[in-house]
């Protein structure tokens, strides 16, 4: 029998590892630990100094998480790019670590809802102030940059579907003097780079279509190796909205089949687009891919859009005869989901809910998923056909 434990010989549970050939996995490891020893004091103390870097605890650094954020600023053209908890902790690190009291900030309207109420709640009583601009009036936009000193763009916008002249836009702020941000997810760097249009940073939620498969919440900004090291010294570890390792590993996955997965998403919904265009009972479809051509520097659409009903049709039943077409938020995964806009009006428990992001109550988002064109007309159509009906 050993000493120690009377029960096993806990010395038996260290497991030799191979760092540096990780067993050559084919699959990255996760590394999913908080901390990371040192083999000597020597080693420690150079690493406290600055004179040797690895990582020393997972909040900092940690190599699942750096790996994601290599692949996610290569795919971006970035020198740099940070992982986050979230994309609101990517947004609002990222917005945070260049504004002080008295900074004035230009976005475009219709932001994503939760940015719109961070830069109306917490960053207002920090003396910030938000000026919103309708982002394709480009003389609008100019007219309101002088003295910003960050331009916040989302293109397009996540529910009326804006799309904007990312690179005419970024002319303006950089003129002004302004920096600017992007938020990047509906059209994910497959189809839009906005580092190339000369835009400062991009935000993602990278909950959407870079994880692509609704079991991940994360964020992560990319920019120039300057910017990212001024997030990174100030507000990331000490908000400390920090990627998970388990997430980054299952980003990592997602990220290997983000281009056929976005060209997929992307004939589906066009397709679904163009069909409900030609319905009687819809009034408007919102989908940038309908218009004579995209904005300059997009290069593809995604698979959200909206639409809005003719008056009289009855959206509890439409929505309740789906089958295919879950009613749920967030997007970017296999499944296909729907958001009635009169559902999203009702939500009156959110500061600042007099604002509509451009949603009337006889429209309707919905995600295009995976599930196949065909399949999901199918479900669509017999549905706004019975919606109708009752009306
Ligand atoms: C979901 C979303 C966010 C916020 O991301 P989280 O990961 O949910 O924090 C930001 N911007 C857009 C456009 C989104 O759709």
New binding site residues.
């Given amino acids: 029998m050993s000493q120690g434990s009377d029960f096993f010989d806990a010395a038996s549970l260290v497991v030799a590892h191979d760092e540096t050939h990780a067993f050559e996995a084919v699959v990255p490891p996760l590394v999913q630990t908080s901390l990371f020893t040192f083999s000597s004091y020597d080693e420690m103390v150079a690493t406290y100094r600055g004179e040797k870097s690895r990582p020393v605890y997972t909040r900092g650094l940690n190599p699942t998480v750096r790996m994601f954020e290599e692949m996610l600023a290569k795919l971006e053209g970035a020198e740099d790019a940070l992982g986050f908890a979230?994309?609101?902790?990517?947004?609002s690190s990222t917005v945070l670590s260049f504004v002080s009291p008295g900074d004035r900030i230009v976005a475009v309207r219709h932001?994503?809802p939760?940015?719109f109420r961070l830069f109306g709640t917490l960053m207002k009583r920090m003396k910030i102030d938000v000026t919103y601009v309708d982002g394709r009036d480009e003389a609008a936009v100019e007219k309101a940059m002088p003295g910003a000193k960050l331009f916040y763009m989302?293109s397009p916008t996540?529910w009326v579907m804006e799309a904007h002249d990312v690179g005419a836009l970024a002319a303006i702020a950089k003129r002004h003097g302004a920096l600017s941000v992007i938020?990047n997810?509906?059209a994910s760097p497959i189809f839009q780079t906005p580092l190339a249009l000369g835009v400062d940073m991009v935000?993602?939620?990278?909950?959407?279509y870079l994880g692509g498969h609704s079991d991940v919440?994360?964020?992560v900004v990319a920019g120039s190796k300057a910017m990212i090291d001024r997030i990174r010294a100030e507000a990331y570890p000490y908000l400390g909205g920090k990627m998970s390792p388990f997430d980054a590993w299952l980003l990592i996955r997602g990220l290997r089949t983000l281009p056929i997965r976005m060209k997929a998403h992307q004939e589906s919904a066009l397709a679904i687009a163009s069909r409900l265009q030609a319905l009687d009972v819809v009034e408007a479809v919102c989908h940038p891919g309908l218009a004579n051509r995209l904005p300059p520097g997009l290069n593809g659409t995604s698979g959200l859009f909206s639409f809005i009903f003719r008056e009289g049709v009855d959206v509890r039943a439409f929505a309740d005869q789906l089958q295919l077409f879950k009613l749920g938020v967030?997007?970017?995964g296999h499944e296909s989901l729907i958001v009635p806009g009169e559902v999203v009006l009702e939500q009156k428990a959110q500061p600042n809910s007099a604002h509509t992001f451009g949603i009337s109550a006889r429209s309707v988002r919905l995600h295009v998923g995976l599930e196949g064109t065909e399949a999901l007309w199918n479900d669509l159509e017999p549905a706004i056909r019975a919606a109708s009906a009752a009306a």
């Fill in positions: 979230s994309g609101m902790a990517a947004i932001v994503y939760d940015a989302e996540s938020d997810s509906w935000v993602h939620s990278a909950s959407k919440v994360s964020g967030s997007w970017g």
